[in-house]
């Protein structure tokens, strides 16, 4: 029918709101269009303000266009964005219902079994677009959408649970995270991939005590889950789709117990048949392979074997069975340095390297945003000691670590030794950091450099590996010490001989 949907300005002001409808809510795109849709009141605004704003601004637009809308008005590019307005509004609407189902389903350690407000829900859309999906989401079923707009807000819930602070680092890293969940084009995803992000394996790589667990487990538990229209209720439970096992804390035979399962009498004190994770975890499940660059060779080439052919064998059994879920891992080794060494297999390696997501260290982010240290601080505070008093013990241990640490204290055990500082000084008004115990920089040099033993090489190899111990990341070490981090690391394998 002839005639535009959206005249005059209406056009730009819905082209935002189709755009908010798949952004990742981490990246900086999605500020500029909300300053886009606000103009001039977006630096005015609080964010909470911002959001009624947009909402209600969103809600007179389409009031405005649902009569065009209806009588066939607009260009099939223009119908297309009045539909992903209409799945804003109606995600909007949704969202504490999801937030109520996602909560309970964490407090009660299970999700519930039927969803009260899904025939509302279709009722909604089918009255916001009353001929039905239109264009590429044609022939899609209410449930599909319904199901990505749980999983949305799972994802936004678990990232902003797990991932705190407002340094660039945090926000990097959740943009990061909601691209492992979603990939970078959340249409395409909803459209195609949802089905089968299972096959892409995420790779969580960073220093220990950086948060790689609850990467993980914030990946693991926003995975999609379709929604069975019938029932009522989702296929699987997210809350027990997570199955998180420690490499390095078990023997191999362990491992291949935990992860495999075994038949009874496969091996000394097999009493009883046992599936293993690999079978318990669902087609939306997730099972998480933490230190895996601490596996002896033997587990990793069966891993690998479960890689290629999603299936694996139990112990003690002769038939494979298929592995449906998604595989994650998680090492603090360097996994290059440790194929080079003979340590970790390569063709394992680039199997497991299809996305990889890296968290910081804790000196990287108070580097590029040192208030953040009250932040966290603030964080651990309030959970061990509840609101009122957490400001209280906020304020001594900020007090404390201003005066007795250095300013560019390394942090060599990232956000678990901030934890345990914060305990320390609660209990005993004190702490200890390991390194500020060992001889001071320099102290173990000083006879050779004053004979002038040292060949240049080895004076900064030793250089190198002294600030390493600060600043354990190689690009960032080569950033202060102007050097490449290929040449970084080749002085701290000179120093450590390897
Ligand atoms: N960004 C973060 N926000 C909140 N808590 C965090 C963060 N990073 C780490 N933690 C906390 O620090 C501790 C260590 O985190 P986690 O076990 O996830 O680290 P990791 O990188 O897996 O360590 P490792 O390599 O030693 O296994 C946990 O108590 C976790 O809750």
Redesign the pocket.
């Known amino acids: 029918m002839a005639g535009t949907l959206f005249p005059g300005k209406q056009a730009e002001r819905a082209r935002g709101y189709a755009q908010l409808a798949w952004q990742n809510p981490f990246e900086p795109e999605r500020e500029e269009i909300e300053k886009l849709l606000l103009g001039e009141a977006y630096g005015r605004l609080s964010e909470r303000e911002r959001l009624s704003a947009l909402w209600e601004d969103l809600e007179r637009l389409l009031g405005q266009t649902r009569p065009g809308f209806a009588s066939g008005k607009g260009t099939q590019a223009e119908r297309e964005i009045f539909q992903e307005m209409v799945f804003v509004r109606i995600y909007h609407r949704f969202m504490p219902e999801f937030d109520r189902l996602i909560e309970q389903a964490h407090e009660r350690g299970h999700a519930g079994q039927r969803v009260g407000f899904y025939d509302r829900f279709v009722r909604e859309v089918e009255e916001g677009l009353p001929g039905g999906l239109i264009g590429r989401y044609a022939g899609m079923g209410l449930e599909r959408l319904f199901a990505v707009m749980d999983q949305i807000r799972r994802a936004f819930l678990h990232i902003h649970r797990?991932?705190?602070?407002q340094s660039p680092a945090?926000n990097r890293l959740r943009a990061r995270i909601w691209q492992s969940i979603f990939t970078r084009d959340m249409d395409r995803y909803q459209r195609v991939l949802a089905d089968r992000m299972g096959d892409i394996i995420t790779l969580i790589t960073?220093?220990?005590?950086?948060?790689?667990?609850?990467?993980a487990r914030g990946i693991g538990l926003s995975r999609y889950i379709p929604f069975d229209p019938n029932a009522r209720a989702f296929t699987e439970d997210f809350v027990k789709a997570f199955y998180p096992i420690n490499l390095s804390a078990l023997s191999p035979t362990l491992i291949e117990s935990e992860l495999f399962g075994h038949r009874r009498g496969a091996f000394t004190g097999a009493l009883q048949n046992r599936q293993g994770y690999f079978e318990t975890c669902g087609p939306h499940g997730t099972v998480f392979l933490?230190?895996i660059g601490e596996t002896d060779v033997a587990i990793q080439i069966k891993l690998l074997r479960v890689l290629q052919t999603r299936q694996f064998v139990p112990i003690g059994e002769t038939e494979p069975k298929a592995f449906t879920g998604k595989l994650m891992a998680?090492t603090?080794r360097d996994l290059v340095a440790e194929i080079q060494a003979g340590r970790f297999r390569e063709d394992f390696y680039f199997r497991l390297n299809a996305d990889r997501v890296q968290?910081p260290s804790l000196r990287e982010i108070l580097n590029g945003s040192p208030g953040e240290l009250e932040t966290?601080v603030a964080?651990i505070a309030r959970k061990m000691a509840g609101p009122e008093e957490g400001e209280k013990v906020t304020a001594e241990v900020c007090d404390w670590i201003g005066k007795k640490l250095p300013v560019d204290y390394a942090w060599p055990g990232?956000?678990?030794e901030l934890?345990q500082c914060v305990r320390n000084i609660t209990v005993h008004g004190d702490y200890q950091p390991e390194n500020l115990e060992k001889p001071a920089v320099g102290e173990g040099i000083a006879g050779p450099w004053s004979r002038g033993e040292f060949t240049a090489e080895e004076l900064l190899a030793r250089y190198v590996a002294e600030q390493y111990a600060r600043i354990p990341n190689y690009e960032e070490l080569g950033r202060r010490l102007k050097l490449d981090r290929r040449t970084v690391k080749k002085y701290l394998q000179l120093k450590t001989g390897s």
């Open positions: 797990y991932i705190i602070g945090a960073g220093p220990s005590g950086s948060g790689k667990e609850l990467v933490d230190e998680a603090n968290t966290l964080f990232n956000f678990r934890e």
